[in-house]
Structure formats: structure tokens, C-alpha cells
């Protein structure tokens, strides 16, 4: 499994877009990108998965490059209820392999 | 609406005392997954059910046990709880395995303590 680095944590104010980036510079050539949400005494969520390029749904888009050495998450317009913490998974079977995870906190 | 269910949310035990987690789902998926998740740290697989198949990861501790009496239930049992596995244990499940596209969902988690 691929290794991933994000930052650690990330503020930011209601309203505002929030973009976390992860590095996986060794991601081999099968795997997916997939972000995983976690609110506090909570499970994780599935949020997004892409591969190549950019990926959007209702919550959040993808953005990855073509070298596919990083990603990024894109949270637009955050509220209050998306302070969480936001995982980054390269993978290409079924088994999850967390990192440590980014805690985004939006504040008022 | 179909779920992940786990009960309880908390559980407190003794140290030594054996304790069971349960969790059941209601998505029909095939594969089960008990992971550990210590305070502030990421979740960790112990191990998961493809259908009938154990499959144990290298590094959980031999305390740590589960059965899937059916597609629907899955139970973690901690043989000796010790002050370490103090933890919330999170139940997942996919629809199969192999696929790197499939979502895991999970339940809300059991909070264990033990004293």
C-alpha cells in the first residue's frame, strides 16, 4: 500500500473552501485515491474516489494530476458540521489502510 | 434505511474479563471488517470475514477473536482484556472483495473501557 503524507490540521472559517493535499509519491499504477470523513465517536464516511483527474459529487471534489503523486480535496463553501478529520487512502484492494489523518476545523 | 449496527455504543469491562462487541448490517454485504481506533490515532484492521473466509491481520494480538454466525452478524470477542485495548471498535462492511472501488461503511463504533 502506498504511503501518504497530509498536513496534520487545517483551519478554516464558515463559508470558506477548504483544499487538503496528500502526497503519495510511490502510488503504483492499479491503485485508487479514496477520502474517508470522520466526525468525533464516529465512523468513517466514504466521501470521494478517483483515479485520474478531477472527480466531483455532491460534497466534495478530487483533484489529481496527471503523475498522480498527490491529491487534493476540495470542500466547498465549509460549514460549522465539516469539522472533522479527513483521511487519505491509496489503495487498490479492499482493505483500508488509514494514515493519521487531517482535522479540519471550521470555525465561525 | 440500511446500516451498520453496533451494540453496545459503550461497553465497560474488567480487566480480564472476557467481552464480546457485536455488529450487525442490513446491506447484505459479504465482507465484514472489526477494526481498533485509539484515542487521536487512525483505525487500525484487525481482521475481516469474506463470506465464511477468516482473514486475520498479521499483527492482532491472539486476545483478539471474532465469529460471523451469518451473512448479518459479526462478533469481536476479547478474551483478556487488557488496559491497552481500551478503544472504540469499528464495525465495516463491503460488498466484495478484491474490488478497489468498493466502499467500506461503517457503524458508529463501541467505545470499550476497561478498569
Known amino acids: 500500500l502506498a504511503k501518504t503524507t497530509q498536513p496534520i490540521s487545517m483551519d478554516s472559517y464558515e463559508g470558506q473552501e477548504v483544499n487538503i493535499t496528500c502526497s503519495h509519491n510511490?502510488?503504483?499504477?492499479?491503485?485508487?485515491i479514496t477520502w474517508y470523513q470522520q466526525f468525533p465517536s464516529q465512523g468513517p464516511r466514504f466521501i470521494i474516489q478517483?483515479?485520474?483527474t478531477k472527480v466531483t459529487n455532491e460534497v466534495a471534489s478530487l483533484f489529481i494530476p496527471a503523475d498522480r503523486k498527490s491529491s487534493t480535496l476540495s470542500l466547498p463553501r465549509v460549514s460549522l458540521s465539516d469539522t472533522a478529520v479527513y483521511y487519505c487512502?491509496?489503495?487498490?484492494?479492499?482493505?483500508?489502510?488509514f494514515g493519521a489523518g487531517t482535522t479540519v476545523t471550521v470555525r465561525a | 434505511d440500511a446500516m451498520v449496527i453496533q451494540n453496545p455504543r459503550y461497553q465497560v469491562t474488567q480487566f480480564g474479563k472476557p467481552v464480546t462487541l457485536s455488529c450487525s448490517q442490513t446491506?447484505?454485504?459479504?465482507?465484514m471488517y472489526w477494526y481498533q481506533q485509539k484515542s487521536s490515532q487512525a483505525p487500525k484492521l484487525l481482521f475481516h470475514y469474506y463470506d465464511k473466509d477468516f482473514n486475520n491481520e498479521a499483527d492482532t494480538p491472539d486476545n483478539f477473536q471474532s465469529r460471523r454466525p451469518n451473512t448479518s452478524f459479526c462478533f469481536l470477542d476479547i478474551r483478556s482484556p487488557g488496559l491497552g485495548d481500551a478503544a472504540m471498535y469499528l464495525c465495516?462492511?463491503?460488498?466484495?472483495?478484491?474490488?478497489?472501488?468498493?466502499?467500506?461503511?461503517f457503524g458508529p463504533g463501541t467505545r470499550l473501557l476497561v478498569l
Open positions: 478517483g483515479y485520474k
Open positions: 465495516a462492511t463491503s460488498r466484495i472483495q478484491g474490488a478497489p472501488q468498493e466502499t467500506q461503511y
Open positions: 510511490n502510488i503504483a499504477t492499479n491503485d485508487y
Open positions: 446491506l447484505n454485504h459479504n465482507v
Open positions: 487512502l491509496v489503495g487498490d484492494d479492499y482493505k483500508l489502510s
